[in-house]
């Protein structure tokens, strides 16, 4: 998992660089010759996607850096917990439903990668096989009970939650 995320990170820092760095220039290069640059939109465009590339990278270098602090020896073996992979019954719908609780920018719920900052990944924390539990969402709650898990350790890190 954090490999995954890593990957993605680094993606994007390279390709908001290359847009930085030739994209961009470019981009001004050809406004500015357009002449008065006072009433120029294209050249205000991208001055301000400029600003914006450069603020974006930033943030990404610092996910990264908090990401290489994450020690994934605290994560508990018994409980649910980061990178753990849940089967749960939603009593709502009388279904079985599989989650991965991961790290806030790797979510992504079509994939069944549920963010542990989220209401539910924040609900299952803790929890244990045959735990019965109630998460407040924004639309009510939902009930589920926890069929089976396994953590990060069991898995063996960057595993997809649909293996």
Same mark, same amino acid.
Do not use: C
């Given at each position: 998992?954090?490999? +995954?995320?890593?990957? =993605?990170? =680094? $993606? !994007?820092?390279? #390709?908001?660089? +290359? #847009?930085? +760095?030739? @994209?961009?220039?470019? !981009?001004?290069?050809?406004?500015?010759?357009?002449?008065?640059?006072? %009433?120029?939109?294209?050249?205000?465009?991208?001055?301000?996607? !400029?600003?914006?590339?450069?603020?974006?990278?930033? $943030? /990404? +270098?610092?996910? &990264?850096? %908090? &990401?290489?602090?994450?020690?994934?020896?605290?994560?508990? =073996?018994?409980?649910?917990?980061?990178?753990?992979?849940?089967? &749960?019954?939603? *009593? #709502?719908?009388?279904? @079985?439903?599989?989650? %991965?609780?991961?790290?806030?920018?790797?979510?992504?719920?079509?994939?069944?990668?549920?963010?542990?900052?989220?209401?539910?990944?924040?609900? &299952?924390?803790?929890?244990? @096989?045959?735990? #019965?539990?109630?998460?407040?969402?924004?639309?009510?709650?939902? %009930?589920? @009970? /926890?069929?089976?898990?396994?953590?990060?350790?069991?898995?063996?890190?960057? !595993?997809?939650? =649909? *293996?």
């Amino acid at each position: 998992m954090k490999e +995954r995320l890593e990957r =993605k990170l =680094k $993606q !994007q820092v390279i #390709e908001l660089d +290359r #847009e930085l +760095r030739i @994209e961009l220039p470019r !981009q001004i290069k050809l406004a500015v010759a357009l002449g008065d640059l006072s %009433e120029n939109a294209e050249y205000h465009a991208a001055l301000e996607r !400029q600003t914006f590339v450069r603020a974006r990278i930033g $943030q /990404i +270098r610092k996910r &990264l850096a %908090e &990401l290489a602090l994450v020690n994934w020896g605290d994560i508990p =073996k018994d409980r649910i917990g980061l990178g753990s992979r849940v089967v &749960l019954y939603e *009593d #709502e719908t009388e279904s @079985e439903i599989t989650y %991965e609780l991961v790290l806030p920018d790797d979510g992504d719920t079509a994939q069944g990668r549920i963010s542990i900052a989220s209401p539910i990944g924040k609900g &299952l924390m803790g929890h244990r @096989e045959g735990d #019965e539990v109630t998460i407040r969402i924004p639309s009510g709650s939902k %009930e589920y @009970e /926890i069929l089976k898990f396994q953590t990060v350790h069991d898995l063996g890190g960057d !595993q997809n939650p =649909k *293996d």
